[in-house]
Antibody, heavy 124, light 114 residues
Framework: DVHLVESGGGLVQPGGSLRLSCAAS????????MNWVRQTPGKGVEWLSY????????YYADSVKGRFTISRDNAKDSLFLQMNNLRAEDTAVYYC?????????????????WGQGTLVTVSS | DIVMTQSPDSLAVSLGERATINCKSS????????????LAWYQQKPGQPPKLLIY???TRESGVPDRFSGSGSGTDFTLTISSLQAEDVAVYYC??????????FGPGTKVEIK
């Protein structure tokens, strides 16, 4: 069974930093491109970032570009999201999501597995 | 960027009756080269992450009951639950992957039992 488990969420002050992790199991992690997606009651579901199999290609939503960095460690079956300069509007549940592979095309498509999410609260 | 809208915001349907959810994209998500619509549907139950139901607008994900079906092309799409079951109470989202990045999701439609 595919299993994605996020960790690293919590309460942080505005301007602070957090590093989210996503531990993958049940599949060959290096065969899949991965994403981070967040959800808030107000803004709904928002895609944040994508990373290719090797990590050589990354994309970001405008709302987080320059502040968030996606990375992966295929040897440890892990995905990461470094979040800097956090704002109140970054408060959300953060999910890692596995991309359905489309051979030869390296960009986000649709997401066939999601973790349970980790809550990030940005507040003073 | 492609903007996704959904209607209605919520609907209440009797058990065994049909539920229909609409999704509209601000531009076509149909790729003429392969005649595929780059649209997916997800179901989210309370306290759970979204779950993939349908992709390529009408292809059911493995394990999804056949009472769920997707249709439409271009800019207008529909998710139909042919006979609503109690376990189908959830919020349903459409998502385009035609023009990415960025991925964009619709605002969601809440389905309840009447």
């Amino acid at each position: 069974d595919v299993h994605l488990v996020e960790s690293g969420g919590g309460l942080v002050q505005p301007g602070g930093s957090l590093r989210l992790s996503c531990a993958a199991s049940g599949f060959t992690f290096s065969d899949y491109e991965m994403n981070w997606v967040r959800q808030t009651p107000g803004k709904g579901v928002e895609w944040l970032s994508y990373i290719s199999y090797s990590g050589s290609t990354t994309y970001y939503a405008d709302s987080v570009k320059g502040r968030f960095t996606i990375s992966r460690d295929n040897a440890k079956d892990s995905l990461f999201l470094q979040m800097n300069n956090l704002r109140a509007e970054d408060t959300a549940v953060y999910y890692c999501a596995r991309d359905r592979p489309v051979p030869g095309i390296h960009r986000p498509f649709y997401f066939d597995s999601w973790g349970q999410g980790t809550l990030v609260t940005v507040s003073s | 960027d492609i903007v996704m809208t959904q209607s209605p915001d919520s609907l209440a349907v009797s058990l065994g009756e049909r539920a229909t959810i609409n999704c509209k994209s601000s531009q076509s998500v149909l790729y003429s080269s392969n005649n595929k619509n780059y649209l997916a549907w997800y179901q989210q139950k309370p306290g759970q992450p979204p779950k993939l139901l349908i992709y390529w607008a009408s292809t059911r994900e493995s394990g999804v009951p056949d009472r769920f079906s997707g249709s439409g092309s271009g800019t207008d799409f529909t998710l139909t639950i042919s006979s609503l079951q109690a376990e189908d109470v959830a919020v349903y989202y459409c998502q385009q992957y035609y023009s990415t990045p960025p991925i964009s999701f619709g605002p969601g439609t809440k389905v309840e039992i009447k």
